[in-house]
């Protein structure tokens, strides 16, 4: 498996240019040069920066959003300046994102939306493609669902090809369907070549890591678990909440099959498996634990989940630097902090 020097320890910018306020004022306070310094000072070697379309794209003038690109250049000279790498992150494209299925119908069959995705990073790759040894790019956030497997691959293919036409060598990074899924990096076609490195996300057991969690279906919000996890709360809250296994873990029984000891060695095994096969790089763009959940348990997952990705080489980026409902420098953390940031 190939190492992602440069991208082993990293940080999410989540509610920057994703997820946040399009105002100014929000852009101009929400990340400035001193977090970008602190993020260095914490030991990354980089930071995800996720992108929001709307940001760099203007959708009924049809062309570019100056705004976006400012901070995304800003944000490039600042990492530069502190020796930090960026993996740019296209969060949200129009008519898709993660987390709104209404808005992300049909996505997949519809051409004209796909045809401004690979136009977006057309414009994306030509722009960014000098900075190709310090940057790798993420072609979409978290494909869903387990039902447009074959849709998703011939798209990223696609995409693949219009980003190789401007940037040859820069690292791409593929991840699976079931929202970056470590079961569905087997669903990945062999590399398109060399520099294509497999992406998932990883927030098991769900119970813990998204308790009371007001976005997560029949969550809830007063729902509370310890970690390591109590297997008779955890199969009690999947009963109400069946969302929880979706995707990675499968099933209730499944779940509680695979919580004991080496839980994160054993789930990122299969993934781990299929980069190897390749020989390409392994990263996790995203994990962490929501603010609602006791911070010492946070800290026990959070050196569970680093023992596995040092035990395998991954890189990785934790979620988030601030805000999110996962924030690690919020008041939350401040009693573990110190210790939080050795294990990233």
Partial sequence: MTKLDGFIKGVNLGGWLSQ???EISHLDSFIKEED??????MGCDHLRLPVDFENIYDEK???????GYKYIDLCIEWCKKYGLNVVLDLHKAP???FDDFEYSAGFFTNEKLMGLFLDIWDRLSKRYAKYSD???FEMLNEVTSFDVINEWNDLALRCIKVIRKNAPKVKILYGGVGYSSVKAVKFIPAPYDENIVFNVHCYEPMAFTHQGAY???????DFRIGYPVDEIKYKEICKIVPSLVNGTLGDADNALKMLENNFFINLFKECVDCAEKYNVGLYCGEYGVIDRADP???LIWI???NQAFEYYGIARAIWSYKKMDFGIIDDHYKDIYDELIKYL
């Fill in 20 to 22: 946040g306020s399009l």
């Fill in 36 to 41: 970008i310094k602190r993020i260095k000072d």
């Fill in 61 to 67: 003038k049809e062309c570019d959003n100056p705004v």
């Fill in 95 to 97: 008519g898709y994102i």
């Fill in 134 to 136: 310090m940057m790798m």
């Fill in 215 to 221: 976005w997560v279906d029949k969550m809830p919000t």
């Fill in 296 to 298: 010492k348990s946070s």
């Fill in 303 to 305: 050196k569970h989940i």
